[in-house]
């Protein structure tokens, strides 16, 4: 087992509003003021006590046999053995107590993890576990991480960003993701691995990289060993949906959606509420919310002229046959974004889902479905955000004169503002524009004793003056710019290094460099400093 060296860097943490990014949207944002006119698509908002209420209504057993056995079988055909994930088996031990439930958060697979808020989410599950537990001792809480294996949309996981470069696995790829061989990834694997650099942390990153992705034939298997090598030591437990025997739980619910359209009139009926009350919702419910699936193959199942359809190949079935599937090979059946939720909640004694942004808002579709399947919804949270700094990120931001939020704002605000605040000029016109208000009240007035109708002529003329002043304004401003082009310049590279592409940090950068820099010690401080029932924005500093 490769050995990671522990450097705690004891980084400072700061927070601000998730509003002040700039960078969620109002209904995000909705959420988390606890908008009551989302009440009725909640079971109830985040917090300590309301855990206590969702607790008490959890009496729908989960299958935790089953479960407990499925995880067991694939951390020990992956290769992981209780020795090297004691934490991880212990926990799945815990799941066959009927106090025992989970906190959940999903992803894809992609390859390296992918960008940093795939360590976001799954630290942020791991901190709400740790909450609970303190919150309420005599219960046990199990971060889990969902790996997304049946997803087929590779096009969104074969690369990512190291230092500003993209790395891609190139594979002409189909079917669900999880099955995917490695056998084609060496290249990327050793592009990654030499971004990384010279040193002891490099080197010890890349043993793993490369015992993950060469080592194991699948990339489900491949993305386990990854994750369990970064989060084991939290007791992470990271559960592949994609089995025949979780499946089998979920055949009714599949029969249900498929031939009786439950699903979709219940998503519809959520979305529509939504909308109603100014909410935009995320994702569209189908008739039919399943995905026929083999390997190589993952097809939407539709129904036209009184049978069931394989879209792009020449499957069908009828009713009787298409029931007959769902009840002897339900693996086959792999679920769509909106019924993917209604598969987890069924198979996990789960209290809680974290996801981004866009994960919340399509959750808020749902709660009507699973009422539908008489299951309970979990409580929602957003996961932990933040902005990783240099050690000069203040001082720098100090000599420049920009307080930390005004930096999330759009590079050409940002120089505006400053240029304002900081010229030697009087760059607006707002006192002048006032004497010609004046004025012009003066002139309508006199126009107005002498013919009524030239008002609106006045006004016309007044409208196309202020128009013409506040070009004019911009042009004083544009001008004066150049007065100070090197702290502009300055104030534009300060955004691309945190800001790659104009947006957060966190959605274009992948882990590496930070791991590079901090060895374990990068995990333990977002461990130690993400609070995921606070709902701030984090800044860190070393």
């Known amino acids: 087992m490769t050995k990671f060296p522990y450097f705690r860097p004891l980084m400072k943490a700061s927070c601000i509003n998730y509003s002040e990014t700039g960078s969620f949207s109002s209904t995000v944002l909705s959420y988390l003021a606890h908008d009551p006119k989302l009440d009725p698509f909640v079971s109830h908002f985040p917090s300590l006590e309301n855990f ?14 089953i479960l407990t056995e499925v995880l067991n079988e694939q951390y020990k055909a992956g290769g992981i053995n209780r020795n090297d994930a004691l934490a991880v088996y212990q926990n799945i031990d815990l799941l066959n107590q009927e106090n025992t439930f989970t906190v959940t958060t999903g992803h894809q697979l992609n390859i390296f993890t992918g ?21 309420y001792p005599d219960k046990n809480f199990v971060p889990v991480y969902w790996m997304a294996t049946e997803d087929h949309d590779f096009a969104e ?12 696995w190139y594979l002409e790829a189909s079917g669900p993701t999880g099955r995917l061989s490695t056998q084609t990834i060496a290249d990327a694997v050793r592009e990654y691995s030499s971004s990384l650099g010279i040193s002891e942390n490099a080197t010890l990153l890349s043993s793993i ?29 990271i559960v592949d949906a994609d089995h025949p025997s979780l499946k089998r739980l979920f055949a009714g619910i599949i029969e249900k959606d498929i031939l009786e359209q439950t699903s979709y009139k219940a998503i519809n009926k959520t979305s529509a509420a939504l909308e109603e009350r100014g909410f935009k919702t995320q994702v569209h419910a189908r008739e039919i919310n399943f995905f026929y699936m083999e390997d190589g193959l993952r097809e939407r199942i539709v129904f036209e002229n009184g049978e069931f359809y394989i879209l792009n190949t020449a499957l069908k079935f009828s009713s009787d046959e298409l029931r007959d599937q769902i009840r002897k090979y339900p693996e086959k059946f792999s679920p769509n974004v909106v019924m993917r939720p209604l598969y987890q909640e069924t198979i996990l004694p789960n209290l809680a889902y974290i996801g981004g942004g866009a994960e919340l808002v399509y959750w808020l579709q749902l709660r009507d479905n699973f009422l539908a399947y008489n299951t309970i919804f979990p409580i929602l949270l957003l996961r932990n955000s933040a902005l990783v700094t240099h050690e000069e990120f203040s001082s720098k ?17 940002i120089k505006k503002e400053w240029v304002l605040n900081h010229s030697n000029h009087v760059l607006n016109l707002s006192d002048e524009w006032k004497e010609i208000s004046s004025i012009f009240e003066k002139i309508k007035l006199r126009t107005y004793k002498i013919d009524q109708t030239l008002a609106p002529s006045t006004e016309a003329v007044k409208a196309r003056l202020h128009k013409a002043m506040n070009n004019l304004e911009k042009k004083l401003l544009k001008a004066d710019v150049r007065n100070h082009g090197d702290v502009l310049v300055q104030i534009d590279n300060f955004k691309n290094k945190y800001f790659p592409g104009g947006g957060l940090q966190e959605r274009t950068e992948n882990f590496g460099p930070f791991f590079i820099k901090y060895g374990t010690g990068f995990i333990s401080e977002l461990i130690r400093n993400f609070k995921p029932l606070d709902s701030k924005f984090t800044i860190l500093e070393p």
């Open 115 to 135: 960008p940093l808020y795939f360590i976001y989410k799954i630290v942020s599950t791991i901190n709400l576990a740790r909450d609970l537990k303190t919150a």
């Open 209 to 237: 990289i490369e015992t993950a992705y060469l080592e194991h034939d699948k990339l489900a298997d491949a993305t386990r060993h990854l994750v369990n090598s970064l989060f084991r030591e939290y007791g992470l437990v």
């Open 157 to 168: 996981i074969n690369h990512t960003s190291v230092y500003g470069k993209n790395i891609a």
């Open 397 to 413: 931001l100090c000599r420049l004169d920009i307080c930390h939020k005004d930096v999330f704002k759009p590079s050409e605000l």
């Open 52 to 65: 206590s209420k969702l607790i008490a209504e959890k009496t729908q057993p989960a299958n935790r046999q």
